[in-house]
């Protein structure tokens, strides 16, 4: 076949090689499990795919039963934060070629939150907790209607947890908040840390005394898996020791 | 026992299995790195720690109640088995207190919440290097008579 091509089109790059690779993949169907199982998927797949491309030829061509949520497919949205081969990743931004595809490629829901099926979780507890924070700026009018002004420094002072797209991988790997739902959870205090420490907010001494609650920032073990499992590297316990010192100063 | 449920599948609703299995088959093992590690270490040896504390406040309590008695229980810890849970209570107290200090390291000074990884196998650096002073001069000392 490949011959084939090649006569007809002399200058074409190469046949691009594809493998097997197989996905092990936990699925759950409320209407007729009980418990979740776990389900094999052989899929033909390029180095460049990402994981979210197989969940995608499964869906399309094999199962179409296979449900996740997804949306931008290019890591903006945060929709399509799930359990890689035990790790919390988005799949549209893990390529195929950065696992070992000569194992099958294990992937389920995200840890923590009620599983409704397959691939997705209930994300209100997560968006409950994050509503909590206050995470909206805080402020008076300005003098004379004018506009807030902010040196660059005051802003990179936040800089990093503006980039959060709550898609909730950091809280979800949290140990903490696996036993105990009622954590705060980093994604959380992360968006608090986004406005604790900008210069134009007034309320955070409102955000430091919701978090310094005994389900707040002390839960904190500084296992440091939020990090790791962040897909835009955000130093998420970075950002909570941060605000565990603003509490102990008792200001930002 | 399969037969048996053979023929109830047909007559009446089954019967529930004696083994149940597990309510959520496992998932996969998160796979934390060494901030993880370490947490999971040092609850352990924060628990053990705990408990080691319970039993050493009642016996030491025990001499309030009757000298004899707590001699007998003293006497007790002097077997060789004490002495080698010993260097276990000395490992424990060890990693809990270094790990203690890389953790506050991590939460008041911006570098160690960088550097936690790099922190963590100092820490069992400085462990190791604690429990090879300790465990040839204890079990020395147990079994040198
Ligand atoms: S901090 Fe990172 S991991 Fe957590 S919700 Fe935001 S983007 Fe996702
Ligand atoms: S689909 Fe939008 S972040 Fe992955």
Redesign the interface.
Known sequence: MSTAVADKKPAAAEEIPTFTATLII?RFDPDVDE????EDFDVELYATDRVLDALHKIKWEQDGSLTFRRSCAHGICGSDAM?I???NRLACKTLIKDLDITKPI?V?AI?GLPLEKDLIVDMEPFFDSYKEINPFLMAGATKGGKERKQSPVERARFDDTTKCILCAACTS?C?VFWTDGQYFGPAAIVNAHRFIFDSRDEGSQVRLDILNDKEGVWRC?????C??ACPRGI?V??AI?EV??AIIKGKP | MPEKSASNLVAEPQSPPKIR?P???A??????????W??VL?RITGVSIYFFLLVHILDTALVRVSPDAYNIVIDSYKTPLMGLAEIGLVAAIGFHAINGLR?IL???W?FG??H?RTLFWVVIGIWLVLLAGFIPRQLMHVFGG
């Open positions: 936990r418990e979740p199982r776990w359990r081969n035990g790790r294990y389920e840890k790997s140990p073990r500084t296992t440091f898996n990090t790791d130093q316990t970075q020791a565990k010192q | 299995s309510k959520r088959p998932g996969t093992l998160y796979r934390g790195n060494e901030g993880m370490s947490w040092h953790i991590i939460d008041f911006a919440a960088k936690q």
